[in-house]
């Protein structure tokens, strides 16, 4: 209970910070912008490469990790079923939000709530590795075609995911994980400087984003929103135990990881992805928001059951 209820007061703290910067307008006008640039083009390529390169590669093809990738995959469909059949929602808002219901708070989140939940935090290296080298490459590629100026060509929709700096730092990664090659020290510890800024960073900025914010799920973006957090924190970890309990046998905190993975809140990069393309914002916001507060009950009551 401990680690759960630290994990979640430390997101919450930072978040707070930012919230108090932003309403006495201490970093100026538009800080919340500049503080998403700063971690979408230097400080989250750099903790991508470090979390892939550090990580164990074969975890991908555990069975608690095909749980989780089928998991991620029905969510993020469903959600773009319901949104684009039911909620009228086209392009990037679509993507974003099947993204918002689909993509979890792993690193800064995950990892302590799962050494609390199971023991240790294996059950995070297969979500990260699927969300960095499959769904943020589909999505950017997705959501660069939906927000381009003009007419997107093939070859251009193929090499997007190339030129994109969250991308490459995940491909670098990967390389270094699978040829096991490290960095010389003095490249390294500028590189561990840089990816240290991302968490703290994307949550000062996300905590600007909340002066003068409407609450949660007001206006057009409550149907969405509310989609995503129920897809997210309660139908997540269902289907998730559905798979692993009765699919591919599994018990224990061997079950545990992946239904508690299921169940984490909508990750805090979202908000970063949707200030960058400059869509969905709202709904990006209020879905990490509210399905952080909702996942706490959620997480604690399965950590019991489970664990």
């Given at each position: 209970?401990?680690?759960?209820?630290?994990?979640?007061a430390?997101?919450a703290a930072?978040v707070l910070?930012g919230y108090v910067?932003?309403r006495y307008?201490?970093l100026?006008?538009?800080?919340?912008?500049?503080?998403?640039?700063?971690t979408?083009y230097?400080?989250t390529?750099?903790?991508?490469y470090?979390?892939?390169?550090?990580?164990?590669?074969l975890?991908?093809?555990?069975?608690?990790?095909?749980?989780?990738?089928?998991?991620a995959?029905?969510l993020?469909?469903?959600?773009?079923?319901l949104?684009?059949?039911?909620?009228r929602r086209?392009g990037?808002d679509l993507t974003?939000?099947?993204?918002?219901a689909?993509?979890?708070?792993?690193g800064?989140?995950?990892?302590?709530?799962l050494?609390f939940?199971?023991?240790?935090?294996?059950?995070?290296?297969?979500?990260l590795?699927?969300q960095l080298?499959?769904?943020?490459?589909v999505?950017?590629?997705?959501?660069?075609?939906q927000?381009?100026r003009?007419?997107v060509?093939l070859?251009?929709?193929?090499?997007m995911?190339?030129?994109?700096?969250?991308v490459?730092g995940?491909?670098?990664g990967?390389?270094t994980a699978?040829?096991?090659?490290?960095?010389?020290e003095?490249?390294?510890l500028?590189?561990?400087?840089v990816?240290?800024m991302?968490?703290p960073?994307m949550l000062v900025a996300?905590?600007i984003s909340?002066?003068?914010?409407?609450?949660p799920?007001?206006?057009e973006?409550r149907?969405?929103m509310?989609s995503?957090?129920a897809?997210?924190t309660?139908a997540g970890?269902?289907?998730?135990y559905?798979?692993?309990?009765h699919?591919f046998?599994l018990s224990?905190?061997a079950?545990a990881g992946?239904?508690?993975v299921?169940?984490?809140?909508?990750?805090q990069n979202?908000f970063?992805?949707?200030?960058r393309?400059?869509?969905?914002?709202?709904?990006?916001?209020?879905?990490i928001?509210v399905?952080?507060?909702?996942?706490?009950?959620?997480?604690?009551?399965?950590?019991?059951v489970l664990?």
């Amino acid at each position: 209970m401990g680690g759960v209820l630290t994990g979640f007061a430390s997101l919450a703290a930072v978040v707070l910070l930012g919230y108090v910067l932003g309403r006495y307008k201490v970093l100026g006008e538009g800080a919340d912008v500049a503080l998403s640039k700063l971690t979408f083009y230097a400080a989250t390529p750099a903790l991508m490469y470090l979390t892939l390169a550090r990580a164990d590669v074969l975890t991908v093809f555990s069975a608690g990790a095909l749980v989780t990738v089928i998991t991620a995959t029905v969510l993020a469909l469903v959600y773009a079923a319901l949104a684009a059949l039911v909620l009228r929602r086209r392009g990037a808002d679509l993507t974003l939000g099947a993204l918002s219901a689909s993509y979890v708070n792993a690193g800064n989140l995950g990892i302590p709530i799962l050494i609390f939940a199971v023991g240790d935090a294996a059950a995070i290296a297969p979500v990260l590795l699927f969300q960095l080298l499959v769904m943020v490459p589909v999505g950017f590629t997705l959501l660069d075609a939906q927000t381009g100026r003009g007419g997107v060509s093939l070859a251009q929709t193929v090499t997007m995911p190339l030129r994109n700096p969250l991308v490459i730092g995940v491909g670098l990664g990967l390389v270094t994980a699978l040829t096991g090659l490290r960095l010389p020290e003095p490249v390294l510890l500028p590189v561990e400087m840089v990816a240290d800024m991302a968490v703290p960073v994307m949550l000062v900025a996300f905590g600007i984003s909340l002066r003068g914010a409407p609450v949660p799920g007001r206006g057009e973006v409550r149907a969405p929103m509310w989609s995503a957090v129920a897809l997210k924190t309660l139908a997540g970890p269902a289907i998730a135990y559905v798979l692993g309990a009765h699919v591919f046998g599994l018990s224990g905190p061997a079950l545990a990881g992946p239904v508690i993975v299921a169940a984490l809140p909508t990750a805090q990069n979202i908000f970063v992805y949707a200030m960058r393309y400059g869509r969905a914002v709202p709904l990006a916001r209020d879905a990490i928001l509210v399905s952080t507060l909702v996942c706490i009950p959620v997480i604690v009551a399965l950590s019991a059951v489970l664990g």
